[in-house]
């Protein structure tokens, strides 16, 4: 039977429906209407941000959580322009992000109101301004069409991507007849056949190498990936964006080879020139992501799987639905298909990058990097920020079992991660897993820009521990300063700060302490994990310390890279599928 109903109602309806129980934002009167409409449904709740963009990222976090579509409600003029730079990254990450964008009255358009985004008569256009950070854009012009352009838009979003709505104040109070018809259930996603790639896999003869990217996180293919590296025997590497995916390094697993490109582990361009066939799953291999491995590439025979053409030449295989097409590709290379060719490489090496000694007082990154991996127990979600920071955890640091590790490396925009640990940790329970606690881990720098809200994490007492690396500078671009700009000057050091008493001041009640030295680190790491609520620990480090960074090392003296030899010789017995 048909009903009217606000339009925002709508919107909140549809959106429980699909089993979305979050909406992040930052409030003001062109989207209040969408927050009065949150605030009488028990089954969403609207999360208040401190600013737009880390509002977008905790979208973003939420959405790489696992726990569904994220979504993002922000109001017009400069609110909205401040979701620009999140959306950026969830583009190009491909995370599935829904942004909710207030506007003017459509009586308004063109006549010089505050705000006016229509692109009328000299506005600012900002369906051109979401148009270029978005898989789709619409501007809703009438209550009716809402219905029709959310759905779209969420189908949009699903593909990998996020997806934008500017809703006028008007439209959002207008009213809409509803027929009762929904297709919230529906998922357009095409499963691709794996066909092509099949018989180079099954005639293999020699080692197979997976990468696996991104798309691997945001379908949870794990599993899929997992059943399909068994028949394979295959050795897998990550992107750095997609390191909880395979395996996990130090905790007993032969099968992870580490991560790729710039930050990568040496003995993965090894182990691809070293295969037969190299398997890319998921990923498009930005220069990010492949550096170091252009060569290998381009002497293995190279297939695809994925959302998306890898940028080196392969046969590719486009899928939207990467679990069903992994689950095709592994019952076609099983049984009588099975290859017969394949083996697993006599030794498997962990490699590291070496950066030069740095002198000076601080934490060394590789230390802070070993405290962590003792301290965080398994379950733990690490999410990483930008900078030299964010290169030294992503190398040295495991992600955890069970556990989820995000880096946003589409656009690095710094001071990501404070809103995506928080959204992580909304998204954790919705998503079905168990409880645990998330870490964020990022610079000083990325704190000065959007740390503020760990008051978002204190006000709803989220279990997130933030551990700032504090070396009083925007460290990447010091180290650029010293390497190719002569030392002369920086611009790029701050004065001195004390982040934890700082924060410890600020908001009463919150675990914050300093850490200078390594026992102190570790001993403030044991306590805060086991905090009621959120925790700050900063720890003193260097700002001359050079990353595990490819491009910075290359501008060096020579490297050693430390290698550990991990024997695989009973996984060539025939009767041994595959080792974890």
């Known amino acids: 039977m048909p009903r009217t109903q606000r339009v925002v109602d709508h919107v909140v309806e549809r959106l429980a429906s699909i089993g979305i129980d979050h909406i992040f934002g930052v409030d003001g009167a062109n989207i209040e209407d969408l927050y009065d409409a949150a605030h009488f449904r028990s089954d969403i709740t609207a999360i208040l941000a401190k600013h737009e963009f880390s509002a977008a990222t905790m979208a973003d976090g939420y959405s790489r959580s696992g726990a569904g579509l994220g979504v993002v409600a922000a109001t017009s003029g ?208 930005s220069v990010t992501a492949r550096t170091g491995l252009d060569d290998a590439l381009a002497a293995v025979r190279a297939v695809s799987i994925g959302s998306a053409q890898p940028y080196v030449p392969c046969t590719h295989v486009h899928t939207e639905d990467l679990r069903g097409s992994l689950r095709m590709l592994t019952q076609a290379l099983s049984g009588r298909g099975r290859p017969t060719g394949v083996r697993v490489p006599d030794v498997v090496r962990r490699t590291e990058l070496t950066p030069p000694p740095c002198e000076g007082d601080g934490v060394r990154y590789r230390d802070a990097m070993a405290v962590l991996d003792d301290a965080l127990p398994d379950g733990t979600d690490i999410v990483v920020d930008a900078g030299n920071t964010g290169a030294a955890a992503i190398h040295y640091l495991g992600a955890r079992r069970g556990g989820r590790f995000a880096v946003a490396l589409g656009m690095g925009g710094m001071g990501y991660s404070f ?5 992580m940790a909304f998204g954790r329970a919705t998503s079905g897993r168990p409880r645990g606690r998330t870490v964020v881990i990022a610079g000083d720098g990325a704190f000065f820009m959007h740390g503020m809200e760990v008051h978002t994490a204190v006000h709803y007492r989220l279990p997130v ?40 001041a600020m908001f009463p009640g919150l675990t914050s302490v300093d850490a200078t030295d390594l026992g102190g680190f570790a001993a403030a790491m044991r306590a805060t994990l086991d905090a009621d609520g959120p925790a700050v620990v900063s720890v003193e ?40």
């Open 78 to 285: 400069g609110g909205a322009l401040n979701l620009v730079a999140a959306l950026g990254e969830s583009l190009t990450s491909r995370v599935p992000v829904l942004a909710l964008v207030g506007q003017t009255a459509t009586t308004m358009d063109g006549r010089g109101s505050f705000q006016d985004t229509s692109g009328c008569n000299g506005s600012l256009d900002a369906e051109a301004v979401f148009s270029a950070v978005s898989l789709s854009c619409r501007r809703v012009l009438s209550p009716a069409d809402i219905a029709p352009a959310l759905s779209e838009a969420i189908a949009a979003a699903r593909t990998g991507g996020p997806a934008v709505l500017l809703l006028p104040k008007d439209i959002q109070q207008g009213y809409v007849d509803l027929d009762g018809g929904d297709d919230s259930s529906h998922d357009p996603r095409p499963i691709g056949n794996p066909a092509p790639i099949v018989p180079v896999l099954r005639e293999a003869d020699g080692p197979v190498t997976i990468i696996a990217g991104e798309q691997v996180a945001r379908d949870n293919a794990r599993a899929e990936l997992e059943a399909l590296r068994a028949v394979l025997r295959a050795r897998v590497a990550t992107v750095p964006d997609a390191k909880d995916v395979a395996g996990t390094p130090g905790l007993g697993s032969s099968s992870s080879l580490g991560v790729t490109g710039v930050m990568g582990h040496p003995g993965v361009a090894e182990a691809v020139a070293a295969s037969a066939v190299c398997l890319v799953v998921g990923t498009r291999l």
């Open 419 to 423: 809103g995506a640990g928080i959204g």
């Open 541 to 580: 480090c260097a700002a001359d310390e050079i990353p595990p960074f490819a491009p910075f090392l290359a501008q060096t003296p020579a490297k050693a890279t430390a290698r550990e030899k991990i024997p695989t010789s009973k996984e060539n017995r025939t009767d041994v599928a595959a080792s974890a």
């Open 465 to 504: 521990t933030f551990v700032l690396f504090n070396n009083n500078a925007h460290a990447m671009c010091v180290t650029r300063e010293q390497l190719f700009y002569d030392d002369l000057y920086s611009y790029n050091r701050f004065r001195p700060s004390r982040l934890g008493a700082g924060l410890a």
